[in-house]
């Protein structure tokens, strides 16, 4: 294993620990403004897995690019749509004004 490799590796492992730490420190109120900060995260992944595809190798390549732009555009809109259904839960909700309902 080449140095290179062992200090992306190191890295990346070390972003696991902080990121999880990080996370679960987070108070429930603010789930939903981290998830959509989470969102835009993502979409930088987006851009990144598009940037790959670019420079991919001929070989396998394209096909991996386009599970990668796939995978990383489902999580992009998944995302989203939580925070949405998240969001669909603080709404208050609708009243019957008086009067609707027949007595009979």
């Known amino acids: 294993m080449n140095a290179h490799l062992l200090s992306e590796l190191t ?3 070390l972003a696991v620990f902080v990121g999880f730490e ?3 420190k987070v108070p429930t109120t603010l789930h939903t403004p981290l998830m959509s900060a989470t969102n835009a995260i993502h979409g930088i992944v987006l851009v990144g897995a598009l940037l ?3 420079v991919a190798e001929p070989k396998l390549g394209p096909v991996l690019s386009v599970i990668v732009v796939f995978l ?3 999580n992009v809109f998944g995302g989203y749509v939580v925070t949405q259904r998240m969001l669909a839960m603080f709404k208050p909700r609708a009243t019957p004004a008086p009067g609707d309902g027949s007595k009979r």
């Open 52 to 54: 790959v595809a670019i």
């Open 72 to 74: 990383a555009s489902l």
């Open 11 to 13: 890295v990346f492992v």
């Open 22 to 24: 990080v996370i679960s």
